[in-house]
């Protein structure tokens, strides 16, 4: 579970995260919003990759941060950036993200297929694409199998086909115990077959619950923006 304690982040005059309280259980959470709402702030912070000026966040009852090792290892973020070496080919970087983490060199051709890279898995990745890249960047977050998945934007730049593909390639990786943050503006690929729903606006949250027959986010439609 991801708990939220006050957390509170500050950029100059400007307050990103206003004292957010929250606990989000394993599952895949939609993480919606408009821009400036803090979706980003929030995945970093949870990353470890940015640090609170008040409060904290931990991550099944420890504190979050990059420099354990172990976190590191559970965790697999792709935020605005690709994350990824330009000079190499797509094979490449993926092959040395899974042997960073340990993962099996199967695991690499299996990501390539599950997003669609076939095509494209000996190119540079300075020559891709925004929308290849984005689906490259979230190849590599998965390649380790992570407990801890954040996913910042995965959709930006996609087609309908290539939006499905990422989806399915997340839908795989899900299981129990297992949490994933997708931050997105797409909130409709998500709606169908995430767990919960998580609206923040003006850094703080707006609505929060679990789709299903009983429980759905409150004020829907700020989902949608």
């Known amino acids: 579970m991801i708990v939220a304690e006050g957390l509170t982040v500050v950029f100059g005059r400007t307050v990103a995260l206003a004292s957010i ?16 709402s803090g979706k980003s702030t929030l995945l970093r912070v949870v990353a470890g990759l940015l640090s609170p000026r008040r409060g904290r966040v931990t991550w099944r009852g420890s504190p979050v941060t990059a420099r354990a090792e172990s976190f590191r290892r559970a965790v697999g973020y792709a935020g605005h950036a690709a994350g ?5 080919s797509v094979r490449e970087n993926l092959e040395l993200f899974a042997t960073l983490c340990g993962a099996p060199r199967a695991r690499v051709e299996g990501l390539i297929e599950a997003v669609r890279l076939e095509a494209v898995a000996s190119t540079a990745v300075a020559d891709l694409s925004a929308g290849v890249r984005r689906r490259a960047a979230v190849a590599r977050a998965l390649v380790g199998e992570p407990e801890l998945l954040l996913l910042d934007e995965p959709y930006a730049n996609l087609d309908d086909d290539a939006s499905e593909a990422v989806s399915d390639a997340v839908r795989h990786w899900r299981a129990p115990g ?3 943050l997708i931050a997105t503006h797409g909130a409709k ?3 169908a077959w995430a767990d919960a729903g998580l609206v923040l606006q003006g850094g703080r949250v707006a609505a929060w619950g679990r789709y299903g027959a009983e429980e759905r986010p409150s004020r829907r439609g700020a989902a949608d923006g």
Request: charge should be positive; avoid cysteine.
């Open 21 to 36: 309280d929250l606990a989000i259980p394993p599952g895949v959470v939609g993480v919606f919003g408009p821009n400036g």
């Open 84 to 88: 990824l070496y330009g000079r190499l």
């Open 178 to 180: 297992r949490t994933a």
């Open 189 to 191: 690929r998500l709606k």
